[in-house]
């Protein structure tokens, strides 16, 4: 990579005239391209990275980075300056790196990885920093929507053998009521009565958790 660099982007002065900054674009985007074929597998259009999607195939990906190398030699003009254009195109590359490198964490989940992608792709071009960067903040949200969900789903299944036990009092009690006054029956009906109600408060106490 530092090779590469010191050849595209050699130069014996860091100022100069706008009008000589030439763009190195094309050769910044097929060297990606090019590594970046060595690195993914599949075909057809659907590649991965480690087995992580790359989301486009490589005319989309061509198009986009040579969008995204451009944009520094628009600023490189602008600010009069080949060393920003080597710098620009420097930063682009090391991104590149970091995200090859992120996509072989196998703690990384599809869905984050889409999420810092759709983050990282918008517009015309790509920044490889923002999707690296993203991935840590869209993993610590879906990390707590998990945990959430396992609370939720744990109080559910708490209450479901409360809900259970309460509906059988109740049919219980609904029995004892239509049978005939008997000796016992009263107090069968208050040990029902009193169950309901500590169960009643035990969904209740659950709930407002």
């Not at 990579?1 to 590469?4: A, S, V």
């Not at 010191?6 to 982007?9: R, V």
């Not at 069968?188 to 408060?201: A, G, T």
């Given at each position: 990579?530092?090779?590469?660099l010191?050849?595209?982007?050699m130069?014996?002065?860091c100022?100069?005239?706008?009008?000589?900054?030439?763009?190195?674009?094309?050769?910044?985007?097929?060297?990606?391209?090019?590594?970046?074929?060595h690195?993914?597998?599949?075909?057809?259009?659907?590649?991965?990275?480690?087995?992580?999607?790359?989301?486009?195939?490589?005319?989309?990906?061509g198009?986009?980075?040579?969008?995204?190398?451009?944009?520094?030699?628009?600023?490189?003009?602008?600010?009069?300056?080949?060393?920003?254009?080597?710098?620009?195109y420097?930063?682009?590359?090391?991104?590149?790196?970091?995200?090859?490198?992120?996509?072989?964490?196998p703690?990384?989940?599809?869905?984050?990885?889409?999420?810092?992608?759709?983050?990282?792709?918008?517009?015309?071009?790509?920044?490889?920093?923002?999707?690296v960067?993203?991935?840590?903040?869209?993993?610590?949200?879906?990390?707590?929507?998990?945990?959430?969900?396992?609370?939720?789903n744990?109080?559910?299944?708490?209450?479901d053998?409360?809900?259970?036990?309460?509906?059988?009092?109740?049919?219980?009690?609904?029995?004892?009521?239509?049978?005939?006054?008997?000796?016992?029956?009263?107090?069968?009906?208050?040990?029902?009565?009193?169950?309901?109600?500590?169960?009643?408060?035990?969904?209740a106490?659950?709930?407002?958790?």
């Open positions: 990579m530092k090779n590469f010191l050849l595209l982007l130069c014996t002065s100022i100069s005239y706008a009008a000589q900054i030439e763009s190195k674009a094309s050769q910044a985007t097929k060297y990606v391209i090019d590594d970046l074929k690195k993914v597998t599949g075909s057809n259009g659907k590649f991965s990275l480690n087995n992580k999607p790359i989301l486009f195939d490589f005319d989309v990906w198009v986009r980075l040579n969008l995204t190398f451009e944009r520094c030699d628009d600023a490189a003009r602008y600010f009069n300056s080949e060393s920003y254009q080597k710098d620009c420097t930063n682009i590359l090391k991104g590149y790196d970091h995200w090859v490198e992120a996509s072989k964490d703690t990384i989940a599809l869905h984050t990885w889409r999420a810092a992608a759709s983050d990282a792709t918008r517009g015309n071009d790509i920044d490889f920093d923002h999707w960067s993203m991935l840590s903040v869209y993993q610590a949200k879906f990390d707590k929507l998990d945990k959430d969900n396992a609370a939720r744990k109080l559910y299944s708490e209450l053998t409360y809900d259970a036990e309460l509906r059988q009092v109740v049919m219980q009690l609904t029995h004892e009521r239509q049978k005939p006054s008997l000796f016992g029956h009263d107090k069968k009906m208050d040990e029902l009565l009193i169950r309901q109600k500590e169960l009643q408060e035990k969904i106490e659950i709930r407002n958790k």
